[in-house]
């Protein structure tokens, strides 16, 4: 049972655009979601995080979204530049659990 | 600091074969994790150690076993290699237990089983 679904599986976006990630979540325990960055080759590095507490968080060009009544959250990368371009994955954890359950990853190309 | 080390890096085994997985971490964290990467599947989690002495079930457990050698070194093992079990495998730790600590991943093992 795949409890974070993550969309689209893959995304093209020129140079200076925005990249948009959008992940889903079924479980209402949730309550930590980060997302992490992996380019080719690499093992995947935490990018930025949100608690449900704020709607918002923004670091740099990155802003995580986050919508609870919808159990939605997303990246949005602001003035997408190619060395973006990487797999991105949203994942979700609860307090009290050890574990994070990873989205199915985005490969994002930025192109110039 | 080295982070998270991984040997190998690839592997081939043949079905049936056994082989273990090498992972160690010189942050002094407390818990790690073992995770397998297939296309379209994401990041499955197999096996974490949330404490030295302590192991669990990940998502994906059968036809792995680990071991928690101490703080720092926590092996991967399989022990008759399926063609099922082809991926790519990535170790990870963080500071403390609870999914609200960062993961730091290692560079990975790709490994095919023929």
């Known amino acids: 049972q795949q409890q974070v679904k993550q969309s689209p599986q893959s995304l093209i976006v020129q140079k200076g655009g925005i990249s948009i990630i959008n992940c889903a979540y079924e479980?209402?325990?949730?309550?930590?979601f980060p997302w992490y960055q992996q380019f080719p080759g690499k093992g995947p590095a935490l990018l930025i995080a949100?608690?449900?507490?704020?709607s918002e968080k923004k670091e740099g060009r990155f802003t995580i979204s986050f919508n609870k009544s919808a159990k939605q959250f997303s990246l949005h990368i602001m003035d997408s530049q190619p060395g973006d371009s990487a797999t991105y994955f949203c994942?979700?954890?609860?307090?009290?659990?050890?574990?994070?359950?990873f989205g199915t990853g985005t490969r994002l190309t930025i192109i110039p | 600091n080295a982070g998270v080390t991984q040997t190998p890096k690839f592997q081939v085994l043949k079905t049936g074969q056994s082989m273990t997985l090498q992972c160690a971490q010189d942050m002094n964290h407390n818990s790690m994790y073992w995770y397998r990467q297939d296309p379209g599947m994401g990041l499955r989690l197999i096996y974490y150690s949330a404490s030295e002495g302590t192991t669990d079930k990940g998502e994906v457990p059968n036809g792995y076993n680990v071991s928690r050698l101490n703080k720092r070194e926590f092996s991967l093992r399989l022990e008759s290699a399926a063609p099922s079990q082809t991926s790519v495998y990535f170790c990870?730790?963080?500071?403390?237990?609870?999914?609200?600590?960062?993961?730091?991943f290692g560079p990975g093992t790709r490994l095919t089983v023929l």
């Open positions: 949100i608690r449900p507490d704020v």
């Open positions: 479980n209402t325990a949730f309550d930590y």
């Open positions: 990870a730790s963080s500071l403390d237990r609870g999914s609200y600590n960062e993961q730091f």
């Open positions: 994942a979700a954890g609860e307090s009290g659990n050890e574990k994070l359950t």
